[in-house]
């Protein structure tokens, strides 16, 4: 992941470009230019960080910022970070719309998401708190104008447990939102790109509101005593200084001790071995704050003049009045001039030595995690001088906070208020404690080492660790003796002492865990090959992907990305006892690493290599103990596996074994239900005189691909026609087998000439005698086409929608009863209206309009206003463009069933 080439991979596979080395993957700094591509449009990437900070502001947050559509369909990529170092955060640069995230999901719905804190964040997305376990909340806001969906707007900010985020917070981030998606929308039309192709731009958060910071200067004739002030320095001093004004005035602005300082800084600064000198003094100003003086000596140009008599009187505030303090020394030098600067930093106290004085080492990080302060016990532990860390990212200036664990903890204490406290092991032998507190313009860190005796409190021992493993250790502030006793915890011990090389931190960074979250919403072997291709590759940093599954004792390619065409085709479906790197790999369990292309043909003489340079990794997927297929990294350089980064790939191997098992497992199933869903479904409606149908059907994309909706169009007898419509609990082989029974069960009660409210009583008692352990919705409508006569009831179904000849559309009310195959005594009544000439009654179930997050009522009424938009439409073309919205969504968590009836003029 760190210190990648910035280039594509084959097959629409982008890699994530780097400007240095950091603890992601090892930018030093974050990328300015935010592509890996070529630099993205200068006033997009202004427009986005200024909405992205005027957004954060709003909301009192620390963080944000704004992901857009990239030029990969359902991709989006983080095109701005604001206030968080870039390269920590590296796995989240890159979003799937069907993740279940809040950026995703925003940008799926069209809805904003505000997570007030980590339980709410919990309950709605736990995927999420899995990847970023630490207590923070955060807003969510589309990015849109009109039905353009350009990303999502994003801040971060301090949780508020138990408290729902204010109305006054969702509208500001929602109006911020709507803004950026205007200007967005007017950057289009005029020709700028507003999707996004590389990596992020940083963007540093302002400080907090404070004093400004203020200059004055003086000019201090030694001869006369006249001193010359300029605007600045009477602002600070206050009203009532006139300039030019005796050094007596000016000193009479300062405390008693501060004008002793004054007369003894103007001796030294004239150098008492007549070379000139710079000293800097604090003054206490008339505001009560310290102020940083500097005065400097130069010489005038004009001939002195003669000094004063002895025993010249003084005149008051002298340094030989009586109401001022004695010099201490000779008085400065004739013929001198002394140059002051006055600086006023707006806080008072100047506290940067202070920190020097403490027996603990301080250093501090801003927002982007640039080193912006060090006091000296730091340049001592660390045995570095400032000058050398000072600006420098954290884990460029101390490598080993590159390691994950150490990542980890610098991620948790970015994100949220609690101070954090953990072990850190900087060397062999070495060991540090650190502890760092967080605020809204950085983190201020206290590194302590492991044998100084003021580290830890009584009650906490020789600072052996309380926990073991590497999960994060984040309390609140409860003061000086809570934060004494607060648990330590230490780096995983797994983890080697010294820092890891660039390759071991891209490995460590993607984590396991976040892998096996993508990998367990893969249902299909196409899915997961796919997760593969779309995080591993890029993370590692590989241009070729191959995976082969095992079937009849032969490796058949499941999935290539990155070969040169038709490269892979003589080695689909090779045997088990061919000698070839990923046979030998799964028959012997173990994972085969090649450094160089050299190293591979050099242990397999003969076999065809598709490059003259770059490495390989063969990783044997086994699942369970059972044998599924293997798996081929490409490289395109010569490249060293560390021991930390091939333990990483053999332990991911697993869990990709794992998921196309699972796969594997779930395509079998899929294909059974597939094939008797097909059989179940109407293939062809009947046609009658003065009546039009049209029916549709689409999967869902998440779970099973096959459901139990369904319709049907039954010649009833008497010239009637019945519509039908239902909709089954669950996905799969069950739910379409139930499907199935409730069909033909319906079929036969309609074509033996059942009433309608009959027909429901029947298949209801039949659900339950069935006894499936599901139930499901129903509506029944039966259609005289001559007189247009409808007698309908529904069994907790949808309420159909009525499209007037006038082109008005409203919901048909239909008196209901409860779902099937749940009370055996239930009742269907029925409702009886007229379907007038041109007319269209649309049955749908509720794949059409629940959306997540969204009320069912917004659905219908979605429904119902394209329906009123299809007018005059032909309709198989209406039927095609009221399922035109959901047929375009990457996620559809319910399969959808429509069915559309006409009745037309005799003149039609």
């Known amino acids: 992941m760190r210190g990648l080439p910035r280039r594509a991979h084959p097959d629409c596979v982008t890699s994530h470009g780097t400007s240095g080395p950091g603890p992601a993957g090892g930018p030093g700094r974050p990328s300015g230019t935010g592509a890996a591509h070529g630099p993205p449009s200068g006033v997009l990437t202004r427009t986005l960080a200024e909405a992205a900070l005027r957004a954060i502001e709003a909301v009192g947050g620390y963080a944000g910022g704004v992901y857009l559509r990239s030029e990969t369909p359902g991709l989006l990529r983080l095109a701005v970070l604001v206030g968080l170092p870039g390269p920590l955060f590296r796995p989240w640069w890159r979003m799937h719309v069907n993740r279940p995230f809040p950026v995703a999901e925003v940008h799926r719905s069209g809805q904003a998401v505000q997570l007030a804190d980590v339980e709410d964040t919990m309950r709605r997305f736990p995927q999420f708190v899995a990847s970023l376990p630490f207590p923070f909340a955060s807003l969510y806001a589309p990015v849109v104008a009109g039905r353009e969906r350009f990303g999502v707007l994003v801040a971060l900010r301090s949780p508020s447990p138990g408290e729902e985020v ?24 005029l020709g700028t790109a507003t999707t996004w192709r590389g990596d992020p731009v940083c963007v540093q958060l302002s400080a907090g509101a404070a004093p400004p910071v203020r200059f004055g200067s003086f000019d201090w004739d030694l001869d006369s005593g006249t001193v010359t002030m300029d605007a600045g320095l009477r602002e600070i001093l206050g009203a009532g200084v006139a300039s030019p004004c005796s050094i007596e005035v000016l000193t009479s602005r300062l405390d008693t001790e501060d004008a002793y300082a004054l007369w003894a800084a103007a001796l030294q600064a004239t150098g008492t071995d007549g070379r000139p000198a710079v000293r800097r003094i604090r003054l206490k100003g008339p505001d009560g704050g310290l102020h940083l003086l500097e005065v400097s000596a130069r010489t005038r140009q004009d001939p002195p ?9 003084p005149a008051p505030g002298a340094p030989d009045s009586p109401d001022a303090p004695a010099p201490a020394a000779d008085p400065p030098h004739a013929g001198d001039r002394l140059a002051g600067t006055l600086v006023d930093l707006g806080t008072g106290l100047v506290g940067s030595d202070a920190t020097d004085r403490l027996p603990r080492a301080i250093l501090a990080i801003d927002r982007l995690g640039r080193i912006t302060y060090l006091n000296e016990r730091t340049e001592r532990l660390l045995g570095r001088p400032r000058g050398a860390l000072a600006g420098r990212p954290l884990w460029e200036a101390l490598p080993w906070f590159g390691l994950p664990f150490h990542e980890e903890q610098l991620r948790a ?24 507190y967080p605020g809204r313009d950085g983190v201020t860190m206290v590194l302590v080492p492991a044998d100084d005796p003021v580290r830890l409190s009584p009650d906490t021992g020789t600072g052996t660790a309380t926990s073991t493993g590497a999960a994060t250790s984040t309390e609140r502030d409860k003061g000086a003796d809570a934060d004494a006793n607060r648990r330590i915890v230490p780096p995983d011990p797994g983890v080697d ?27 299909t072997a196409r899915q997961v090959s796919a997760v593969v291709t779309e995080e591993l590759l890029p993370a590692f940093g590989g241009r070729q992907l191959a995976i082969y599954l095992l079937s009849d004792r032969r490796l058949y390619l499941a999935w290539e990305t990155g070969f040169p065409t038709g490269f892979l085709e003589p080695f689909d479906g090779v045997a088990l006892d061919s000698r070839m790197p990923g046979v030998d790999t799964l028959t012997s369990g173990r994972p085969l690493f090649f450094e160089s292309m050299e190293q591979l043909r050099l242990a397999y003489p003969g076999l065809p290599l598709d490059a003259h340079a770059g490495a390989r990794a063969f990783l044997p997927l086994i699942a369970s103990g059972r044998p599924v297929g293997s798996c081929i990294l490409g490289f395109d350089r010569p490249r060293a596996f560390s021991s930390e980064e091939r333990t990483v790939l053999t332990a991911l191997a697993g869990l990709i074994a794992q998921a196309l098992s699972r796969a594997q497992r779930y395509d079998t199933e899929s294909a059974v239900a597939r094939g008797l869903q097909d059989a179940l479904l109407p293939h062809r409606l009947p046609v009658r005189d003065g009546v039009e149908t049209v029916g549709r059907y689409l999967p869902g994309t998440e779970g099973m691909d096959v459901g139990g909706d369904w319709y049907d169009v039954i010649e009833a007898g008497q010239g009637r026609l019945a519509l039908v419509i239902g909709d089954v609990q669950g996905h799969g082989v069950a739910a379409a087998a139930t499907m199935g029974q409730l069909r033909s069960a319906v079929r036969a009660f309609a074509l033996g000439g059942h009433r309608p409210q009959d027909v429901m009583r029947g298949t209801n008692r039949l659900l339950i005698d069935l006894d499936p352990g599901q139930f499901a919705s129903c509506c029944y409508v039966l259609l005289d086409p001559l007189t247009g006569e409808v007698r309908a009831v529904r069994a907790g179904h949808p309420q159909p929608l009525l499209l007037r000849p006038d082109g008005t559309a409203l919901p048909v009310e239909l008196a209901g009863g409860v779902v099937l195959g749940v009370d055996a005594r239930a009742s269907y009544p029925v409702t009886r209206f007229r379907l007038a000439p041109g007319a269209v009654l649309a049955l749908f179930t509720d794949g059409l309009i629940e959306r997540p997050g969204t009320d069912i009522d917004e659905g219908i009424e979605r429904l119902r206003q394209a329906l009123a938009a299809t007018g005059s439409m032909p309709l198989p073309d209406a039927a095609d463009r009221l399922i035109r919205e959901a047929r375009q969504a990457t996620a559809r968590p319910d399969d959808i069933a429509l069915l559309l009836a006409a009745r037309w003029p005799d003149t039609r």
Do not use: N, Q
């Open 166 to 189: 204010s109305a006054r917070d969702r509208k500001r981030m929602t109006a911020d939102a709507l803004r950026l998606g205007t200007t967005l929308s007017a950057l289009s039309e």
């Open 497 to 523: 002492d010294e820092p890891a090389d660039r390759g071991d931190r891209a490995a460590a960074l993607y984590r396991p865990v976040a892998l096996a979250i993508a990998l367990s919403e893969a249902v």
């Open 413 to 436: 204490s970015l994100l949220s208020d609690d101070p954090v406290r953990f072990l850190a092991r900087p060397g062999r032998g070495r060991w540090l404690s650190v502890s760092l």
């Open 305 to 313: 003049k003669a000094p004063e008599p002895p025993d010249a009187s």
